[in-house]
């Protein structure tokens, strides 16, 4: 499997866009065996997979939230329920360690949950990162 890497100059605020974001998977992404890969070096499913956990931090549970953050279980739980998607950023704001957290996320579930949407897999192949999306 071949992979084409594009460099993708970021915005203004050194943060990629979700434009560069598309670009990024565009680029690595292989059509093959009747789905669609996306083939990534281990420091870029890192990457990706933290992407995917901090954009998706209002969907974890409270009782995890919980472990990582100053808020109690059924606070976390309120503010879920009350801001939805909405309450990312906030529950971000209450988590003492980020890294510490995207750790045990990927721990708990694999970089696979969080980066291949179709089956939640990740496959190495010949020293990269395959994941069906």
Known sequence: ??????????SKRGRPT?????????AKM???YGG????LTDSEADDMAKQA??????????????VHSCLSEKSIQAIQEQLYEDA????????????????DAIACDGRG???AQYDHEEREEGGFYV???
């Open 1 to 10: 499997m071949k992979t084409q890497t594009t460099k993708t100059k970021y």
């Open 18 to 26: 979700i434009e560069d974001k598309k670009a990024i998977v565009e």
């Open 30 to 32: 292989i059509t093959e």
């Open 36 to 39: 669609e890969w996306l083939v």
């Open 53 to 66: 956990i901090l954009s998706s931090v209002w969907a974890f549970r409270p009782s995890f939230l919980a």
């Open 88 to 103: 990312n950023d906030e529950l971000i704001g209450t988590i003492s360690d980020i890294e510490n957290f995207v750790d």
């Open 113 to 115: 949950h969080f980066i």
């Open 131 to 133: 994941y069906r999306v």
